[in-house]
């Protein structure tokens, strides 16, 4: 009889194994959950137009998105000032910066239960769009935690890269890890406390996209992450977040997702783009699963036309051929957004 139990709770233990290491996406909806007058991206460039003193009568590209809005500005303020671009760039960083840094002043950590739905998780990378650090908080407990960044083994040393390039793949790679849980943070966009590497506007969106077509691609016929994939080099770059698209289970909460995110999208895109040509037997190496968990509003008119019914028609049929699987959720009215982002995690867990 103890035999048999014995082996029982052995294969319960070995059905609940993960198969693949969890990562969570997050954006900035945890974020606004506690803080429903976090600033628009809108509202940090019209106050930029405060801060330097230029007329808003000539802002009117409200519909363009928010990258091109910032490089519209910066180039605003170059003619106006007749000064050095990347002097320009640091300059609006810092003061957009100082603007996120106030909305969160008072804020020490993110919802007691988003805390709790994270730790219950027990990711093994997080990867966020944010440019604070609340989630790295959710962690900590009390105890310090030191935030640091370093080159991955295979780069370090690579005398083709100059200087600057060194310093970028730095940044680009921002890392948190806990050694008590184990759990390694990407900042994709940047960080808050390292200007140089946030990202606002195109330019900086396609510095990282070079930099990952030039871990994860190399060679179009030959494309690197597959061979990582096949002899397990993967595990060895845990420094990079783009391959954790190929090698975890990803699942994407409180992010928008937005057409602005093209490193995103990017990613997505070239890793469906293996997939469905199955170059170099791909199917059998991206074994991963990616989940989009979309919360959104419903809306709807007086005739009973849902507008979210179209939208989430269109996502789900443009998911399906990114190899994504797209998990729709209609809620009623912002409030319901925690509720469901709890639901969420406590399904992921």
């Known amino acids: 009889m103890l035999k048999k139990n014995k082996n029982s709770n052995n294969k319960k233990r070995l059905n609940n194994k993960r198969e693949k290491p969890v990562c969570l996406l997050i954006g900035n909806g945890f974020n606004r959950i506690n803080n429903p007058d976090f600033p628009s991206w809108d509202n940090l460039i019209l106050n930029l137009f405060d801060k330097y003193e230029l007329n808003k009568n000539d802002y009117d590209i409200k519909t363009t998105s928010y990258p091109l809005k910032f490089e519209y ?27 996120l840094d106030k909305s969160i002043t008072d804020k020490k950590n993110l919802d007691k239960e988003i805390i709790e739905g994270l730790r219950d998780c027990k990711p093994d990378y997080i ?40 310093g970028r793949e730095v940044y680009l ?26 990202c606002l506007g195109y330019e900086h969106y396609m510095r990282i996209i070079k930099k990952l077509r030039d871990v994860i ?15 397990g080099e993967h595990k060895n770059m845990s420094n990079y977040f783009c391959t954790r698209f190929f090698d975890s289970d990803i699942h994407i909460i409180g992010l928008g997702l937005e057409e602005q995110e093209i490193d995103i999208w990017w990613l997505l895109c070239y890793r ?15 074994k991963n699963k990616i989940i989009y968990h979309d919360v959104h509003v419903t809306k709807s008119t007086n005739e009973g036309y849902s507008f979210e019914d179209d939208y989430q028609k269109q996502k789900e049929m443009l998911f399906k051929y990114l190899y994504v699987e797209y998990d729709a959720i209609n809620i009623e009215n912002v409030n319901q957004y925690k509720d469901k982002y709890v639901e969420i995690l406590k399904g992921i867990k």
């Open 73 to 99: 500005i910066v180039n605003v303020i170059n003619e106006e000032r007749n000064s050095w671009h990347e002097h320009t760039y640091k300059e609006c960083k810092e003061k957009i910066i100082e603007d």
């Open 127 to 166: 990867i966020t769009t944010n440019y604070d650090t609340l989630l790295e908080k959710a962690f900590a407990y009390r105890s310090s935690y030191k935030y640091g960044s370093r080159l991955d083994k295979t780069h370090a040393n690579d005398k083709k890269l100059n200087n600057r390039e060194r």
């Open 173 to 198: 790679n921002k890392t948190a890890r806990f050694s008590k849980r184990n759990v390694i943070f990407y900042h994709m966009h940047g960080i808050n406390v390292d200007i140089k590497s946030i």
């Open 217 to 231: 691609v190399k060679n179009e016929r030959d494309p690197e992450i597959l061979n990582l994939l096949k002899t």
């Open 272 to 286: 469906a783009y293996l997939y469905f040509s199955n170059i170099n037997n791909a199917r059998n190496l991206i």
